[in-house]
């Protein structure tokens, strides 16, 4: 799966190819009175967090409905609820409930936002493999990600500056570490911002000194998931812990309509909770809602 820092469209060309191969074959009497099935389209914008699990559904989903587009961009959850608000997406995905001043925002747009749970998403907290720390307690992260601990050492680590990344506050991942694990409290100022979690997989991979908040599915080789104490034990980001309820940064992901989803959106999002679509969410490295 590709997990690239920037944001992007996806639209499969399954149709195109398959027309064309069409075109060179010996048609049936149907094919060759010209009937086709009228095209459908939706657009999908929000979460880089729910973008890789909504990209895998959607090119399954495009397989087995040949007559659909499913186009999907990223940016954030901000940017896809900016976007629905607008009137300009079918379905926002975003890793944070709505607030309630973007749904006021919505409603005077004549806008009216349904939450529909698509899945459910693990927060890991990485660091580059070489970092000795294996784990962390909330305050000791509350500490690093508002300042008070600039330190490696002061956790554990050897005698280095910490470099904290964050994602930016259109990010509902930021939002939800925020509230998490910092008590709503500010960011540290020379916290760098990344545009995407890609961006923070990237530079932690490179930095020694890194440390950043990513979803587990976006865990790979690069990186170091660290465990996580909330008071009661450190626990790693694994499947088991989060299903359990054992790891604590765990957290729902949605899809936003305005209103009831009907057409080519309805099925979309009941093709992800059946059980062709529940497989892929556990392959993505997610978990059904």
């Given at each position: ?10 639209t499969?060309l ?11 074959c ?11 099935e009228e ?7 929000g979460s ?9 559904e959607?090119?399954?989903?495009m397989?087995e ?5 499913v ?26 409930a ?14 009216n936002?349904?939450?529909q749970?698509?899945?459910?998403d693990?927060?890991?907290?990485v660091v ?7 784990d962390?307690?909330?305050e000791?992260?509350?500490a ?12 554990g680590?050897?005698?280095?500056e910490?470099?904290?990344l964050?994602?930016?506050?259109s990010s509902g991942t930021y939002?939800?570490?925020k509230d998490e694990?910092?008590?709503?409290n ?7 911002i ?7 997989i ?18 790979d080789?690069t ?5 996580v104490d ?7 980001p694994t499947?088991?812990?989060i ?17 009831e ?22 392959e993505?490295?997610?978990f059904?809602?």
């Amino acid at each position: 799966m590709s997990k690239k820092s920037m944001s992007y469209m996806i639209t499969l060309l399954l149709v195109t190819s398959l027309a064309l191969f069409g075109a060179g074959c010996v048609g049936n009497d149907a094919t060759d009175s010209g009937s086709e099935e009228e095209m459908q389209s939706i657009m999908i914008k929000g979460s880089d967090t729910v973008l890789p699990l909504a990209q895998a559904e959607a090119e399954v989903f495009m397989m087995e409905n040949h007559e659909s587009i499913v186009s999907i961009i990223g940016g954030g959850s901000g940017v896809g609820i900016a976007a629905l608000i607008d009137g300009e997406v079918d379905i926002a995905m975003t890793s944070r409930a709505m607030k309630e001043s973007e749904i006021e925002n919505a409603q005077t747009n004549g806008i009216n936002p349904l939450q529909q749970t698509i899945a459910w998403d693990g927060i890991s907290v990485v660091v580059n493999p070489e970092n000795p720390v294996s784990d962390l307690t909330y305050e000791q992260l509350e500490a690093i990600y508002v300042g008070d601990i600039s330190n490696w050492n002061e956790v554990g680590g050897e005698d280095l500056e910490i470099v904290v990344l964050s994602r930016d506050s259109s990010s509902g991942t930021y939002e939800y570490f925020k509230d998490e694990v910092m008590e709503g409290n500010e960011y540290r100022a020379d916290a760098l911002i990344n545009p995407s979690t890609g961006a923070i997989i990237q530079t932690v991979s490179q930095n020694p000194n890194a440390i950043g908040y990513v979803g587990v599915a976006y865990l790979d080789e690069t990186v170091k998931a660290l465990a996580v104490d909330k008071g009661e034990g450190a626990e790693e980001p694994t499947s088991e812990n989060i299903l359990s309820g054992a790891y604590p940064l765990a957290r729902p992901l949605y899809f936003y309509t305005d209103g009831e989803p009907t057409g080519l959106a309805l099925e979309f999002i009941e093709f992800i909770s059946s059980e062709t679509g529940e497989e892929t969410v556990f392959e993505v490295g997610y978990f059904p809602a």
